[in-house]
Every structure is written in C-alpha cells, then in structure tokens.
C-alpha cells in the first residue's frame, strides 16, 4: 500500500510574521489609537452625564443650583461649570500602555480628585461631594478597543 504525505512550509507566511515582530516590537501606534478612543469617550462623559459603568452621576444638590443661579451660572451642568475639567482630559501613550488623566499634571485642576472620587471638600471639609467617576473604561469602550487591536493587527498582516 502505497503512502501520502503532505509538506508545508511557513515560508510563504515569512513576510506576515515579520510585519507582526514589527508591530509588537512598538506597540506606540496601537496605544496612540486607543488613547485618542478613550479621550473622546471620557470627554462624551460630561455630556451623558454617565460613569464608565453606565450609573447616571448624582444630581446636583439643591444648595449648588441656589448657589449657581444666584451667581448667574447655569444650575443643570454637573462638573461642567467653565469647561476647565472637562478641556483638562487626556491621554499619553507608549510601547506599553496607555494612560488617561483629567486634570493632572501639565493642565493640574485641583478639584478632579474630588469628582472622580467623592468625599469632603470645601471650607473646613464640611461640604460632601459624590463621587461623579468620569475615568473608567465602559463595556462600550472595551468593545472599541478590541475592534482597534483587530484592526491594527489586520492591518499588519497585510502589510498596510
């Protein structure tokens, strides 16, 4: 009886593998793209008026919308009085990962801890602000980043 036998060689796939050894090599352009995905998806936050969970933020206490229209500021804007902590988000972006800040160093708003978090703050530590989170990745960002990691490594394997 005779035999069969198949051989395969990875020479055609020699120029795919080298083109992936790139693009793990530096993964900068990767994480640029999805650093850019979750700015712009943190800044939208301030519009949803939404954490990365999807939980609305608390409303505002009815002494801070007193307060704002007696100062001629408007009462239905949470955490988006001037704009500043808002304007303040972004992103830097290596070979390893990504980072997202909002009102750290380089544009420091001392009042972003307060508002991601929660606590005490104000004259005496005597007024309670609720934790409003604006940073977090959301299920709708996780869906965006894994179709930009697809994206990216497709386009790899066509040498694009």
């Not at 939208?44 to 500021?73: C, D, H, N, V």
């Not at 972004?90 to 160093?105: E, I, L, P, R």
């Not at 609720?130 to 960002?141: F, H, K, N, Q």
Request: proline letters at 4%.
């Amino acid at each position: 009886m005779a035999g069969a036998s198949l051989e395969y060689s990875l020479a055609p796939l020699t120029g795919f593998v080298e083109r992936l050894q790139a693009a793990f090599a530096d993964l900068t352009p990767l994480m640029e793209e999805i650093g850019a995905e979750l700015e712009t998806s943190t800044q939208r936050r301030f519009e949803t008026k939404q954490a990365p969970s999807g939980e609305p933020w608390a409303e505002l206490a009815a002494a801070t919308i007193k307060q704002r229209l007696k100062k001629g500021y408007g009462a239905v804007n949470i955490l988006r009085r001037k704009g500043w902590l808002a304007n303040s988000i972004h992103y830097q972006a290596d070979s390893d990962g990504v980072v997202v800040s909002m009102g750290g160093t380089g544009n420091s708003i001392a009042y972003a801890a307060i508002h991601q978090f929660g606590g005490m703050a104000g004259r005496g530590r005597q007024t309670y602000i609720p934790a409003r989170p604006v940073l977090g990745v959301s299920s709708e960002d996780e869906l965006a980043i894994i179709k930009i990691v697809d994206n990216y490594f497709l386009e790899m394997s066509y040498g694009q």
